[in-house]
């Protein structure tokens, strides 16, 4: 069951309580659980909204009656696009459990939130980070890659849970960069979203683990320029570290240039 009102809602842990890859793991509860606790209102979308939250996941059967009943009869309301949200979430579960012909049936739930304005759906950028990794399910990096990026640079006002989305999304940004082998191209998003240079690093660490060490090599090297400030020099060097055990001449390079850059860190 997800909490209905604010009061009920679990106050989020703060960031440094828990691991990285914890904190992005609990994302689409976490969102759930906002958006349910944003539905106040005492109109007939409202309480069939909240109805829905009540159900949701337990009772998916409920849910999805719910959900359908907002859709059908109130298509204008403001939980429209948080309903078509929801059956993508149940059916990504589904897909998630062994059933991967839902993810069909999840991407597009989450394409219908994407044909809502940007700025006035709260969870449009969340939607298009579920659809990117329908398609990432389906090896379709492209339109995944396209997506990803979209839930970092589309901002609707009132976003949810909108730093651990960037950070989830930006995941699976350097995943997808790093399955279609395409280092400028991530170089040019990463600058352009001013994305922390950081984010290169583990693009480079990525690419080590796909067995990919000059496309490592042209994702990081570019990055060693003056005013790169300390935890992008550590993330270089540990990249460097692991670079060594492949490419001996190009980790020694990058570390002889990150000490000149970064000598007091």
Known sequence: MVA??????????????????AAVAELPDRVVEEVCARTTGPQPDDQLFRG???????????????LFEIIAKFPSSEHAPAAYLFFGELFFRDAESGDRSKYELARQAYEKVLQYPVATTPVYAYAAYRCAL??????DHDKALQLFQDALVKHPEHPVQA???????????????????RPAAA??????????????AALGEEYLRRGAPS???AAVEPVLQPGIV?????AIEVFASHLQQVDA?????????????CPSH
């Open 187 to 200: 170089l040019l998003f990463f600058r352009s979203s001013a994305l922390p240079p950081k984010t290169v």
């Open 4 to 21: 209905v009102a604010a009061t009920t809602a679990k106050p989020p842990m703060a960031a440094r309580e828990i691991p990285v890859v």
């Open 134 to 139: 329908v398609w990432s399910a389906t090896n």
């Open 163 to 181: 730093p651990l989305l960037a950070q989830a999304a930006t995941d699976g940004l350097i995943l997808a960069y790093a399955a279609r082998g």
């Open 230 to 234: 300390g935890e992008t020099c550590v």
């Open 52 to 66: 829905a939250c009540a159900a949701y996941p337990s009772d998916a059967a409920d849910a999805r009656k719910k």
């Open 215 to 217: 496309d490592a090599v």
């Open 249 to 261: 001449s190009a980790a020694t390079r990058i570390l002889a240039r990150a000490r000149v850059l």
